[in-house]
């Protein structure tokens, strides 16, 4: 399969997932999300925000994320004839 972006494919994704800086920078995502999920479950003031709830979600996503989802965004809605 040929890479859906231009600049990367997935050694290369792995080499920049694998690098210090990244893994410092999605410490950081899972961190941050860490700490909103606490301030939701505690009740902090504003963490009921559903925009609050909202980023706390995607951080986790985001600090997830492989090489497959970056290949599913790219090639979503294919196999029925749209294009992402």
Request: no cysteine; proline share 4%; glycine share 8%.
């Amino acid at each position: 399969m040929t890479s859906p972006i231009r600049l990367m494919d997935k050694d290369l994704f792995q080499e920049w997932r694998q690098s210090p800086m990244t893994v410092e920078f999605f410490q950081f995502l899972r961190d941050r999300q860490s700490n909103l999920m606490q301030a939701w479950g505690q009740g902090t003031a504003g963490s009921h925000l559903p925009e609050v709830q909202v980023q706390a979600i995607l951080l986790g996503r985001l600090a997830a994320m492989d090489w497959d989802d970056v290949v599913e965004q790219y090639h979503a809605g294919e196999d029925d004839g749209q294009q992402a």
